[in-house]
């Protein structure tokens, strides 16, 4: 049997390169021969909280390549064609996936990656596999095709451009609307930035750790005024609440919005602080901490806090479009690529984020 390169999960927590058999597509299956697979900087805490249900299993959920196989039942044309891997692997028929609403699905898992739903979950027994590795195989039904402007790289990051995307359509944000984005110049803060004039943002607040990592960020916003917080210039925010003084100071009547993305500490509330009347928080960080308001406070203000996570398949494809009309483009937001030979180094530089980084490839057929 054809044998290939993947990243192998353990229960040990290790992640190890390993030699495993090439998959077989089967009955309305292909296997997609991988150009390019993202990295998601959280991935190896999931891990280590257990919410992996088999293991070892091949990590990555951000997937693009080319059909390689098809399997019974499935068109043949598609052999060849390039695309990228929709991961959400949901059962389809409940509530949830009727209503366009996959991810609150409660047999929702993604290939690749984590666990998240309570109920059974047949797809991801089989498919748990993800593409950090030569080939992969999917339900040919989670292909989507790729534009042929559209990179493989930009492929493999459309899902972390659809959670973007289900970010802001949760904000409910009026048109020329003010947006404040924490933790901006990570992935989802960037690719955020991409998205938030087609959701009526008019002014954007960023927020983020330095000067020179939000300074970068100008250039994303598709010619939308941008201010910047850098919280290394605010000594002490965290106690004294810094961060609402200097928001409220830029935005005298509130923001509109908040996409919150800090994954700890006190900045998620003290964003949601500088909220206007009738404001929404839109969290997609996992931030664990407790929230010091009253529910008075909320009922007075008319504020809005919505916890989303993942994507729909109308997200993605509102995505897909909007990249192959060219009205965004997305390039410029992968800074770091990797041959699969450097997993280790690029798991480093992605889950440390000691240098600036916003997207991470890696190329499984690289030298």
């Known amino acids: 049997m054809k044998q290939m390169i993947a990243a192998r999960a353990h229960a040990s927590g290790e992640l190890k390169l390993e030699t495993v058999d090439v998959p077989v597509p089967e009955a309305g299956e292909v296997l997609v021969r991988v150009a390019s697979a993202g990295i998601a900087p959280g991935i190896t805490k999931l891990l280590a909280k257990g919410r992996f249900r088999h293991l070892p299993t091949t990590l990555g959920h951000e997937i693009a390549g080319t059909v390689a196989e098809t399997g019974a039942g499935v068109d043949p044309a598609l052999a060849g064609r390039r695309v990228r891997v929709s991961p959400n692997l949901t059962c389809g028929r409940c509530e949830y996936c009727l209503s366009g609403r996959e991810p609150m699905c409660p047999s929702t898992a993604m290939i690749g990656h984590a666990a998240f739903g309570t109920g059974p979950m047949p797809l991801y027994e089989r498919y748990h596999d993800g593409g950090l590795a030569e080939y992969v195989r999917v339900p040919a039904s989670h292909v989507d095709p790729l534009p042929d402007n559209v ?11 659809g959670n973007a995307v289900r970010a802001l359509r949760q904000t409910g944000m009026p048109a020329s609307g003010r947006l404040v984005i924490t933790a901006a110049t990570g992935t989802m803060g960037t690719a955020s930035i991409k998205f938030a004039r087609f959701f009526g943002a008019r002014e954007l607040v960023l927020v983020g ?15 939308l005024p941008v201010k910047t917080v850098a919280l290394e210039d605010l000594p002490g925010w965290e106690e004294d609440g810094g961060l609402t003084r200097r928001l409220v100071e830029l935005l005298p009547q509130g923001a509109d919005a908040v996409l919150d993305f800090f994954p700890s500490g006190p900045g998620s509330a003290q964003a949601m602080a500088a909220l206007g009347t009738g404001g929404a928080l839109v969290h997609m960080g996992g931030n664990t901490s407790m929230l010091p308001f009253s529910i008075r406070d909320m009922m007075h203000h008319c504020w809005r806090f919505v916890g989303t996570r993942s994507c729909t398949k109308q997200d993605t494809d509102l995505v897909l479009n909007l990249l192959a009309s060219g009205q965004v483009t997305a390039d410029d937001l992968i800074t ?8 280790a180094e690029a798991m480093e530089v ?3 984020r000691k240098e600036p980084i916003w997207m991470a490839i890696v190329h499984p057929d690289a030298a």
């Open 350 to 352: 992605t889950g440390s």
């Open 151 to 161: 990179s493989f790289d930009v492929g493999a990051k459309l899902h972390d451009l």
């Open 209 to 223: 750790r330095s000067d020179s990592r939000l300074e970068a960020l100008r250039p994303l916003a598709g010619g």
């Open 336 to 343: 770091h690529r990797f041959p699969l030979s450097r997993l």
